[in-house]
């Protein structure tokens, strides 16, 4: 079907309040990742997920980071008390299970913490 | 932290020129791939090569790797205004059943018409 798509495309909020960033990978896509991509530390892995297994939290830079991924398709990103250094791209992508190494992308989400 | 270099930084060719990106990688990989990303968004998937690959094609695109090197190249034939965007290398290592990416800085490309 469709690529992998991501809302909101952008986001401003306020120092301190909560965010959340969705991703809805393709179709049948079994893996689903999330990255971030700021200025100072390029692009940075997040979060996997795989099926019903249990994600792979190691690339979370805080407890304020979480994510989910409800009925192995659509995931959501939270971000609880932003600060100024969580403005970036949240990038998300997705693969299918016959073509692992293969990640395709969504258009990012940019979101901006004043 | 970042696996990957990238090299040069950036890069600014005429149209038709050939452009060659090199990227460096420190630990062991399954595969290499090498992505497109423009205006600052989401990323293209171009081409991947798997570790045991020493030079793979795609259309104007060659890769090559060289794994006691650890280092891949990017060689963008008869480059086009098109062509500009910021080009990334990732390697993937395959643990736990994760391919997650490791991304380098990217090298930033101009095609000047």
């Known amino acids: 079907g469709a690529g992998v798509s991501q809302s909101p495309s952008n986001k401003v909020t306020e120092k301190g309040k909560d965010v959340e960033l969705r991703c809805d990978p393709i179709?049948?896509?079994?893996?689903l990742y999330w990255y971030r991509q700021s200025l100072g530390q390029g692009l940075e892995f997040l979060i996997y997920?795989?099926?019903?297994?249990?994600?792979?939290k190691s690339g979370l830079p805080s407890d304020r980071f979480s994510a989910e991924r409800t009925g192995g398709s659509v995931s959501t990103l939270t971000i609880q008390r932003t600060q100024q250094e969580d403005s970036a791209v949240y990038l998300c992508?997705?693969?299918?299970?016959?073509?692992?190494?293969?990640?395709?992308f969504g258009p990012g989400t940019r979101l901006t913490v004043l | 932290s970042q696996q990957g270099e990238e090299d040069p930084q950036a890069l600014s060719i005429q149209e038709g020129e050939n452009a060659t990106m090199n990227c460096s990688y420190k630990t062991s990989i399954n595969n290499l791939q090498w992505y497109r990303q423009n205006s600052g968004r989401g990323l293209v998937h171009l081409i991947l090569?798997?570790?045991?690959?020493r030079e793979k094609h795609s259309g104007r695109l060659r890769v090559t790797l060289d794994t006691s090197k650890k280092s891949s190249s990017l060689l963008i034939t008869a480059s086009r205004a098109a062509d500009t965007a910021s080009y990334f290398c990732a390697t993937a290592y395959s643990g736990a059943g994760s391919y997650q990416l490791t991304f380098g800085k990217g090298t930033k490309l101009s095609v000047i018409p």
């Open positions: 090569i798997r570790s045991n690959e």
């Open positions: 997920f795989q099926g019903n297994s249990a994600p792979d």
């Open positions: 992508a997705s693969s299918s299970r016959l073509a692992a190494d293969t990640q395709y």
């Open positions: 179709s049948g896509h079994t893996a």
